[in-house]
């Protein structure tokens, strides 16, 4: 975008102060970002140009950049339409230039803003402008006496005359800039939100109980109240209402627009003054501030909602990968059975399955032969199991399988992980291309195993809005919620890295600089003409020129090419810089490549040249250090205790382990494998006070908590983290209650899954066999594994 250097310049100042920063490094981030360059280019490979600006901070400045261009841009349109009405004055020019947001430009601009035929546009034109003059030139004379004078044909009465002055001033007031800044301050400040229930829908609305008869500071409504309540509104359950107190507030509100008509005496024309001024509160101003903070708190909230998600998403796609192994998935069902699908160390799919170990077909030896010999064909190092309908009875299935392996062959790690957004991909136009053979139903379980390999390649296959780790996602703004999504996937890609000749398109493309176009013409290149065995062959690749490859290269990994740098993130601008360092070290770069003792005689300070700093070498040499390193955690699982696998199993005080699922302002929801997430409530968290719960968890962390209450009809879990197995969680649940929606608890959808269980045997458990489950399915497992 074209700017003056003035404007230009304001906006850096503006960005530096928000993000801590110096314009100069804001003017020089922006340049590169206006050239093309990827945030996470910029972060990663131009911090001597910017000062070292961080993603964080850049996303903000490139966020805020967006807003202040058009602040600027609708700025110079007031500008122009004022000046063509020759209305501009010093004195204007001078509060437009000072206005800092959207809101304080319109406020001036009113005025002035082209608009329809208006009352106090009759009342001028039927000459009752100098009433209104009149009545504030001198307070003592009665309105009415002075009204008089101004009736004619078209103002019929002295009260359509008086009406007329009071449209007059009414259009003053509801245009005083100055005016509806202080209101505005002032119900920020002290204006209450109240809820109540609309008659007749208490049964119908049961869910927002909570807010039938509610009130609370406007200032203070945390996001998942607000939403929930807007929700509640849209829905026809609640009315909302947002202004000061009845009494002592309104009367101060009112006391604000008397002031500015300066009726403050004792005078029959000041108590006519004074009505209008209350009048104007009640009947425009009132109603307009309403609907604008309804709106500042939908954003707000909205905002907040956003953050959250992206937190979460961000967390999640960090999770530890448990890496390259062969890896069975098991897509739990009932009655239309257990999938399953087994991948090689790569994630290719080698073989499938569907196992009827339920009701109605009760097959559960025949299903646990069937996992053994997968096991034993494909040497399997991983089970995934997805974490909804029946994954307990799936996971107890497999345990006893795992019981009885013959000696000979290493039990796979079982693994429990998240399913959400499973069935979303395998009805996607993706996974129809990917597997265009293979039914909808066993692409899931190719999903629940890949993303057990590793989360990140195979979640961003899928919507993130789908991977359920948002809050109240449907109610904030859908292309806001999109691009927030979208630059916390690119910034977690690219600080993973991507292998080149492994990833999908879908994971190419949201390396900095390529998109789907360029990820799929890499794709299809490498199917064509073989694996790349340098960097620099990407620029064979169609329609990728030196721009992209500039953008893309350091981000892109080739394990044992030509190139050895090309396996780490030195970009390839740098490789002079990184073979100067080998020289000095004297030996072969494949030898001095993840041996540090090797770089520590090594001065940072003898490499800085024109082109690259201190901060680019010192990162060259963290990567000679340890070349491609993975910024994600060890890989870790949660074990689920045995015998609790309904909510109706739960008891207060006990301790079990589980994995957060998501993380919201006001807690944590934890996965403790009865199919509904408990929350630990922030007050839970820690035996210290907690502002925000991203302090303490993250999702897809493993915790241990201990149950404190259990509301089996409202599906609710209470628990907690404190080590006293939180004496007081009990206290005040209700004040703390997230209200209607308050997380992902449930498993797909959000709706509760259907529960299915084993056949019938004492307290839910498999039915055994005479003489015993253990020996006689081992001795089937053994027979199965000497046939295969």
Known sequence: MDTSPEISARIAQTIATEIGAAAKQVSAAVQLLDEGATVPFVARYRKEVTGGLDDTQLRTLDERLSYLRELEARRGTILESIRSQDKLTDDLAAKIAKAETKAQLEDIYLPYKPKRRTKAMIARENGLEPLAEAILADRNLEPEALAESYITEAVATVKDALNGARDILTERLTENADLLGRLREFLQRDALLTARVVEGKEQEGAKFSDYFDHRECWADVPSHRALAMLRGSNEGVLTLDIGPDPEEGVAKAEAMVAAVLGAGGDGPGDKWLRKVAGWTWRVKLSLSMMLELMGDLRARAQEDAIQVFARNLKDLLFAAPAGARPTLGLDPGIRTGVKAAVVDATGKLVATETLYPFQPKNDLRGAQVSILKLIAEHGVELIAIGNGTASRETERMVAEVLKNLPAKIKAPTKVVVSEAGASV?????????????????????????????????????????????????????????????????????????????????????????????????????????????????????????????????????????????????????????????????????????????????????????????????????????????????????????????????????????????????????????????????????????????????????????????????????????????????????????????????????????????????????????????????????????KKT
Do not use: W
């Open 425 to 785: 991909y395998s009805a996607s136009e993706l996974a129809a291309r990917e597997f265009p053979d293979l039914d909808v139903s066993l692409r899931g379980a190719v999903s629940i195993a890949r993303r057990l390999q590793d989360p990140l390649a195979e979640l961003v296959k899928i919507e993130p809005k789908s991977i359920g780790v948002g809050q109240y996602q449907h109610d904030v703004d859908q292309h806001k919620l999109s691009k927030s999504l979208e630059a916390v996937i690119e910034d977690v890609v690219n600080a993973v890295g991507v292998d080149l000749n492994m990833a999908s398109a879908p994971l190419l493309a949201h390396v900095s600089g390529l998109g789907p176009g360029l990820a799929e013409a890499i794709v299809a290149h490498r199917d064509a003409a073989g694996a790349f065995q340098s960097r620099k062959e990407l620029l064979k690749v169609s329609r990728l020129g030196p721009k992209a490859f500039e953008q893309c290269a350091g981000f892109l990994r080739i394990r044992d090419g030509k190139e050895p740098l090309d396996a780490s993130s030195v970009h390839p601008e740098a490789y002079g810089v990184a073979r100067k360092i080998v020289a000095a070290c004297g030996r072969d770069i494949r030898q001095i490549m993840g041996d540090n003792t090797a770089l520590r005689g090594i001065r940072a300070e003898d490499f800085v040249d024109d082109s690259f700093g201190l901060p680019t070498v010192r990162d060259i040499l963290s990567e000679l250090e340890k070349p491609g390193r993975d910024p994600r955690p060890s890989f870790v699982t949660a074990s689920f205790t045995d015998g609790v696998e309904e909510i109706t199993d739960l008891k207060p005080g006990m301790v079990l382990e589980g994995t957060v699922t998501n993380v919201a302002a006001f807690g944590a929801f934890v996965d403790i494998g009865v199919h509904q997430d408990g929350l630990v409530h922030v007050s839970q968290l820690a035996d210290r006070f907690v502002k925000d719960p991203h302090e303490v968890v993250k999702a897809g962390q493993v915790v241990k908590v201990t149950v404190t209450e259990v509301d089996v009809p409202r599906k609710r879990i209470a628990l907690t983290m404190k080590k006293d197995g939180g004496a007081s969680a009990r206290e005040n649940r209700k004040e703390r209650s997230a209200g209607p929606g308050q997380g992902p608890g449930n498993r797909r959808g959000g709706k509760p899954p259907a529960r299915g269980k084993m056949t019938a045997g004492p307290k839910g458990k498999p039915a055994q066999e005479k003489g015993g489950a253990t020996g006689a399915l081992g001795a089937a497992l053994m027979d199965a594994f």
